[in-house]
Every structure is written in C-alpha cells, then in structure tokens.
C-alpha cells in the first residue's frame, strides 16, 4: 500500500472518529450503532486534546445505551483521560447512575484514582451528592443480607458466621484517602450532602479521620480536620447532627488548634453553633440509610451470569491503519470504500493531485 493510501486512510478513520464521539456526547445511538457496525475498532479512538474517548462522553452525559453500545464492541472500560479520570469517574460526577450500573456489570475498576485530586469513583459520587452512584459503586462490597447494618455497626459483639463477605475492604474503600487526607466523608459533609453522609456512615466510614498538609491542595479549613469540621465549615445542620451521633467529638482541634464551632464561626455559619457548643445527652439513634435495602450485589451477579459479556467482534487485521495502529481498518480498505465516506476520499484525492500537480510546475519553473 502507497503513502498516499496510508494517508486516505488515516483521514478517513479521524473523519469516523469525531463522528462516534459527536454521536456519544448528543445521544445519537442509530449513528453510533451504524459506525461501530461499520468499523468497531473506533470505539477505541479519542480526541487528540483531551484524550476523551467515546465512552467518556456517553458516560459524561448519561447516555447508558452508548455506552453498553461501546462496551460491547470491546472499548478499554478503564481507559483515561488526560485528567486521569476513568468513564466510571465521571459518571459519578454528573450523577448518571445507569450509566454506573452499566460500567459496573461490566467490572469496572472502582479502585483507580484521578491525577489531579488522587480521587476514586467513590469520591466524586459524595462530592457531588450523588448517593445512587454511591451506592452502585460499592455494589461488590456490599452483601445482600436483612441485617447489614446492624452487622456492620456492632461487630464487636457477635459475628454471624453464614455471612461471608469481606468488611475490611469495604472500610478501606470508603475511607479512602485523597490528596490532603480527604475521605469521600469529608467531601460530602463540607457540601451539605446528607443523604451521602448518612451512607457513608453506615457503610463504616470513620468520623475520626483528619486531613493532611501534603503541599498538593488548597486548606482554607486547615490540616488535622476532621468530617465535622468540614461539616461546620459547610453549614449544614443535619450533617453535623448525623457526625456527632455517630461519634464525632466536638472539642477535637485541627492542626491550627481551631474546634468545629470555631470553624463553624469563622464561617459565619450561625446556625450550627448551639448544635456544636453542647456535648449530645445520652445516646442519639438514627435509622440506616434507605440505599442499604437494595440486594445489588446480588441483582449484579445475577445480571453478569445472564448474559453480560463482551462482545469482541472486531474485523481480521488486513490493512495497516495510522490512526488505529493495532489493527486493521476498514475505513478505507481498498475496493471496499462505503458511500458513507466517498466523500471524504473524493476530497482528499482532489487535494493531493492538486499539490502534485503545483509541485512539477514549482519543480519546471526553477530548473528554467
């Protein structure tokens, strides 16, 4: 195959690219399904600035049937951006949690973190508030028995031995720990997310975890603190109640020697300081969170044994492709160019005749 072939063909596959991703970011599922069909090797193009794939967009803007679309075409589910961040990751950012469900059945890694904040899924689901993405992430480490949550909150007592799941690792995903010792907590009581903190807890998220001075973010709140102080700093009133509830002490003092109801004034957050100013009489009950009824590890397993499985129907390798590198590409396969991209090859063969043909004119001109 000449130059100008390899050429066509990398302007063909780049034209079909940016034509899956407009069809991921607006919803266009015909399109999309069209383009896969054709060549399912494009499922693994990104764009050339952000490095956002097709799947980021379909996850990005909530489209679930893109993305099991993508995904069974054979995209990398865990593939990033230039900011690191996973499709998984940003779903939870914008709250899309059928997309979750979707990554998820598909094994998802729920463990990777972002370059810049050192964030997991579990983090952007509680910095935003969004508890069903919450709650589907931790899907796997969650089991689907009546009594969780009183297993859960008093362990110490007794064990039940028919249960067999793996609470250490489900304490060590949510109490994770981002740059600056930022637990997934920490972020959903500084932005008021109650229904988040409320899961969080039951789930055994520590009160008495403290952030850090890494160097690497901006404290205004200051190192040491703990969810209550970032609760303090954000105002909200039944976050603060569900943290001390929970146990968290109102006189502890971050690295500045500031208490929560210090923050809580400097904040001018006026309505919480009763609440932090007196220690709670007695023992204060709450009820487990509402998402902790839901039997998703079982409905998952039950999903991923029915049929959920990749679908990897990619063409045998035939022509070497500049774009796609790893494989064959059929954009522009010789003899077998689709209407869909005439077009494009008309154009491109258009332009090169011209700039041959001004080459040996330019060529002609100087050697008389």
Request: hydrophobic share 40%; glycine share 8%.
């Amino acid at each position: 195959m000449g130059f100008l072939s390899l050429v066509g063909n990398s302007f063909g596959c780049s034209a079909s690219g940016e034509r899956l991703v407009s069809a991921a970011r607006d919803g266009d599922l015909q399109e999309a399904r069209a383009l896969l069909e054709y060549n399912p090797r494009l499922a693994r193009y990104s764009t050339f600035g952000g490095r956002n794939s097709p799947l980021h967009y379909a996850a990005a803007q909530g489209h679930h049937e893109i993305v099991s679309l993508l995904l069974e075409s054979g995209v990398e589910i865990n593939l990033r951006n230039y900011r690191g961040q996973t499709a998984l990751m940003q779903a939870c950012q914008y709250g899309h949690w059928e997309v979750v469900q979707t990554l998820i059945l598909f094994n998802a890694n729920v463990h990777r973190t972002d370059y810049l904040n050192g964030g997991t899924a579990v983090h952007f689901a509680a910095l935003h508030g969004h508890a069903r993405c919450l709650r589907l992430v931790l899907a796997d480490y969650v089991p689907s028995i009546p009594n969780f949550f009183t297993q859960t909150n008093h362990r110490s007592s007794e064990e039940d031995s028919t249960t067999d799941f793996d609470h250490d690792a489900l304490v060590k995903m949510v109490n994770h720990k981002a740059d600056g010792g930022l637990t997934p907590l920490h972020m959903a009581a500084l932005n008021g997310h109650v229904e988040c903190v409320q899961l969080l807890l039951d789930l055994g998220a520590s009160v008495s975890e403290v952030t850090i001075e890494d160097g690497t973010t901006i404290d205004l709140i200051g190192a040491g603190s703990t969810p209550l102080h970032y609760a303090a700093c954000g105002g909200n009133v039944v976050c603060c109640q569900l943290l001390i509830a929970r146990g968290a002490s109102i006189t502890a003092q971050n690295a500045s020697g500031w208490t929560p109801l210090m923050v809580a004034r400097s904040w001018q957050r006026n309505s919480i300081e009763e609440i932090l100013s007196n220690e709670p009489e007695g023992q204060i009950r709450t009820l487990p969170s509402p998402y902790l009824c839901l039997p998703l590890m079982s409905i998952m397993n039950i999903a991923r044994e029915c049929g959920w499985r990749y679908l990897n129907q990619s063409p045998v390798c035939i022509d070497p492709c500049a774009v796609c590198l790893d494989g064959s590409c059929s954009v522009a396969a010789e003899g077998m160019l689709p209407n869909v991209h005439m077009v494009y090859w008309s154009f491109w063969l258009m332009l090169t005749e011209f700039i041959r043909v001004n080459v040996f004119f330019v060529i002609l001109a100087y050697c008389y």
